[in-house]
Nanobody, 121 residues
């Protein structure tokens, strides 16, 4: 059974930083393309960032480029999202995702339960 457990987030002031972490189990982590998605109130879930199985390549949605960094540790089965220069529009529930499908921006086979990030202005 695949499990993705997120931690981090919470309430952050605009311009501040926070780090999300996700621990994966039940899958061959080093073979899995991982990513982060988010869903703001009243909006559809959207792609945020992805990282290849060995961490060689990364991809970001335009709105977070230069502010967010995705990384992974295959020895610990973890994937992190460092979020800097946060804006109120980054407020959302953030989901860890494993085994991304298609081009990696459409969805995933496995999802975490989500963690709330709220950015106050």
């Amino acid at each position: 059974q695949v499990q993705l457990v997120e931690s981090g987030g919470g309430l952050v002031q605009a311009g501040g930083s926070t780090r999300l972490s996700c621990v994966a189990s039940g899958l061959t982590f080093s073979r899995s393309k991982m990513g982060w998605f988010r869903q703001a109130p009243g909006k559809e879930r959207e792609f945020v960032a992805a990282i290849s199985n060995l961490g060689i390549s990364t991809d970001y949605t335009d709105s977070v480029k230069g502010r967010f960094t995705i990384s992974r540790d295959n020895a610990k089965n973890t994937v992190d999202l460092q979020m800097n220069s946060l804006k109120p529009e980054d407020t959302a529930v953030y989901y860890c995702a494993a085994d991304l499908v298609g081009n990696g921006k459409i969805g995933a086979d496995y999802w975490g339960q989500g963690t709330q990030v709220t950015v106050s202005s």
